[in-house]
C-alpha cells in the first residue's frame, strides 16, 4: 500500500468508532412494575454516575499533563480502627471461576466445578448487546435459584446445577458504562451499573436464595465511587425489605488511580464489601493509559511481560495488607493461558504457568484466585493451603514500609519489542473484535482467553508504539534492526494480518466481511484513541 492509500484509509476511520450505547429496542417488553421501580433508582443515581465519570475525565486529562495519581491525604479510613465483618459463607474462596453469564452451559459447568466461588459476568466477557443482556440477565435469575440447566448433545440429556455451598457473584457492568431506554417509554440515557442490578434485584426473592445476593463491581477508579454503591445498595434493600447490608459484594482493582485509594475505598463500602481482587489486565491497560505520554511506559510484548513484574508485584502485595488488617479477603487475577483437552504439550504448559502463578499469589498473601476453565479449579485451590490467610501475618505485614508502595516503577529491562509482537496485537484485536461483531464477548485465541481486558491492552500498545515512535525502539528481529511504527505503516500491518486471517481462520466465527470490518474498527479505535474501559 502507497503513502497515500494509507493515508485515505486513516481519513476514513477518523469518523468510525468501536462503541456504542447499549440501547433497548423499541420492542423490548418492559413491565410497568420495573419502571415504576425504577424510576426513583434513576432520578437519584444517574446524574451521580455522569458526575462520576465527569471526574475521571479530569484525571486522566491531568495525568497526561504530569499530575498523575497518588495517595490520598490522611483520613478517617487510615486511622481509625475499623474492621470487616466477613460472613462465614464467603470465607473460603480459594478458587472463583468467571465466564459470560449469556453462556448457560458454561454457567452451569462453572457451578458444577467444584470451585468455592462463581462469578457470572455481564460486563467484559460477554458482548454488551441488549439481546445478550437479556440472556445473561435470565441465566443469572436462574442460577441463583438453582435452576439453571443445558442441554447436552453429546450425552443427550438436560444439564442441572448440583447443590453445593458454591457462592455465586454477579458481575455488573461499570460506572463507566450507560445505556439506553429499558425502564419505561423512550431512550433516556441511564447508568448501565444501575440497570443491572436493579434487574437483578425486582425479579428476586431472598428466600429463593440459599445467600445473600452479591455483587462483583467492576471498573471503579476512586474511593469515592465506593459512595455511589453503598448508597445504591441499602437503597435497593429498602425497597426490597431487606435488611440494610443484606447485598455484598467484591470489588475489582482494575485502575490505576483506584490502587492509590484501597483502603478508602473499603472503608466507604465497610457495610457491604467482603474483598478485593487484582482485575491485572485491566489493571496493565489502565496503567499505560495514565502514563501514555511518557515513553519510559511503552510496553513490551505482552507475553513477554512476567506475572511477577514489579508494578503488578507490588501492587499484589499491598492489596491483602490492606485487606487483611481490616477484615476483607484479596483475590488474584486471571490467568490468560487456557489448558487443552486437544493439545497436551500447551495443556501441560498451560497448567504448569497456572499453578506458578497462583503458587506466587498465595505467597504474597492473596486469599485466591480466578479461573475461567473447569481444569483449572483443583490446581488453583491446591495453591492456598487453608481456606484464606486473613490471620496470616507474612501475607499481610503492618509495617510502616509497605504502607505506600511504589505503585509506578517502569518496567525497564523487562521482555522485548518486536514487530512480531506489533503483529501479534494486531491478530488479536481483529480476531477479538470479529468475535464481537458475531456475539462473543470472549474468545479463545492461541491458546489464550482474550476479553475487552486484553483487547484494550493491545491496542493501548500499539497507540504507545506509534505515539512514542520516535524514542523507542521496537525491532524487527528478522531484519536486525529497528522499525518506525508509523500511521501508514500500522495501516500496512493491519493489511497483511488480515489477509493471514483470511487465509487461514481456523474454528474463528464469522465470515470475511466480519473479518474486515473488525480490521477497521480495530484500527479506527486506536487513531480515534478510543482506550476507555467499554
Not at 485466591?368 to 483449572?376: E, L, R, S
Amino acid at each position: 500500500m502507497t503513502v497515500e492509500a494509507a493515508g485515505e484509509t486513516q481519513r476514513k476511520l477518523a469518523d468510525l468508532h468501536g462503541f456504542a450505547i447499549q440501547t433497548a429496542p423499541a420492542s423490548a417488553e418492559i413491565s410497568a412494575g420495573f419502571a415504576k421501580f425504577y424510576a426513583p433508582l434513576h432520578s437519584r443515581f444517574t446524574p451521580w454516575q455522569q458526575e462520576l465519570i465527569a471526574k475521571r475525565k479530569a484525571v486522566l486529562k491531568n495525568s497526561h499533563t504530569g499530575r498523575l495519581p497518588e495517595y490520598l491525604p490522611l483520613s478517617d479510613a487510615i486511622s481509625s480502627n475499623w474492621k470487616i465483618e466477613l460472613p462465614h459463607f464467603v470465607k473460603d474462596q480459594r478458587n472463583q471461576m468467571t465466564g459470560p453469564a449469556d453462556d448457560a452451559e458454561l454457567c452451569v459447568k462453572m457451578l458444577n466445578s467444584g470451585a468455592p466461588g462463581v462469578m457470572l459476568d455481564l460486563e467484559d466477557s460477554m458482548a454488551n448487546n441488549w439481546e445478550n443482556l437479556q440472556a445473561g440477565v435470565s441465566n443469572v435469575h436462574q442460577a441463583l435459584r438453582g435452576k439453571l440447566t443445558y442441554f447436552d448433545k453429546k450425552r443427550n440429556t438436560e444439564v442441572a446445577i448440583k447443590p453445593s455451598a458454591t457462592v455465586i457473584f454477579t458481575r455488573a457492568r461499570g460506572l463507566h458504562l450507560s445505556q439506553r431506554g429499558g425502564f419505561g417509554g423512550g431512550n433516556e440515557l441511564t447508568s448501565a451499573s444501575l440497570y443491572d442490578v436493579a434487574r437483578l434485584v425486582y425479579e428476586l426473592d431472598a428466600a429463593e436464595l440459599k445467600h445473600p445476593l452479591c455483587i462483583y463491581i467492576p471498573k471503579s477508579e476512586s474511593a469515592e465511587e465506593a459512595l455511589w454503591w453503598a448508597d445504591l445498595f441499602k437503597r435497593i434493600a429498602h425497597e426490597k425489605g431487606w435488611e440494610s447490608n443484606y447485598i455484598k459484594c467484591m470489588a475489582l482493582v482494575e485502575a490505576h488511580p483506584l490502587a492509590y485509594q484501597i483502603e478508602e475505598f473499603l472503608y466507604n463500602l465497610r457495610d457491604h464489601i467482603v474483598g478485593l481482587n487484582l482485575g491485572r489486565w485491566d489493571y496493565m491497560a489502565s496503567l499505560i493509559h495514565f502514563n501514555f505520554e511518557n515513553p519510559e511506559w511503552v510496553l513490551p510484548d505482552r507475553n513477554t511481560i512476567p506475572h511477577d513484574v514489579l508494578f503488578f508485584q507490588n501492587l499484589r502485595e499491598l492489596i491483602p495488607s490492606v485487606c487483611h488488617r481490616r477484615g476483607a479477603l484479596a483475590i488474584g487475577g486471571m490467568t490468560a493461558l487456557y489448558p487443552s483437552r486437544e493439545d497436551a504439550e500447551l495443556n501441560a504448559r498451560a497448567l504448569d504457568v497456572l499453578a506458578k502463578d497462583k503458587k506466587n499469589e498465595a505467597n504474597c498473601g492473596m486469599d485466591g484466585a480466578w479461573t475461567g476453565h473447569p481444569d483449572q479449579n483443583a490446581i488453583a485451590v491446591e495453591q492456598f493451603p487453608v481456606p484464606n490467610q486473613l490471620g496470616n501475618p507474612t501475607g499481610a505485614p503492618d509495617t510502616g514500609k509497605t504502607r505506600y508502595p511504589d505503585l509506578r516503577p517502569a518496567p525497564s529491562g523487562v521482555g522485548k519489542r518486536t514487530l512480531a509482537g506489533t503483529r501479534a496485537a494486531i491478530r488479536t484485536v481483529i480476531r477479538y473484535r470479529n468475535g464481537v461483531l458475531n456475539g462473543k464477548g470472549a474468545s479463545l485465541l492461541d491458546g489464550y482467553m482474550e476479553d475487552l481486558a486484553t483487547d484494550r491492552i493491545y491496542r493501548l500498545m500499539i497507540a504507545q508504539r506509534m505515539r512514542h515512535a520516535d524514542s523507542v525502539e521496537v525491532m524487527d528481529e528478522s531484519e536486525g534492526k529497528p522499525v518506525n511504527h508509523t500511521p501508514e505503516f500500522v495501516t500496512r500491518l493491519f493489511d497483511e494480518e488480515l489477509e493471514r486471517i483470511l487465509g487461514a481462520p481456523g474454528k474463528d466465527l464469522g465470515t470475511p466481511e466480519t473479518f474486515t470490518r473488525a480490521r477497521q474498527i480495530s484500527e479506527a479505535m486506536i487513531l480515534n484513541h478510543e482506550f476507555d474501559p467499554i
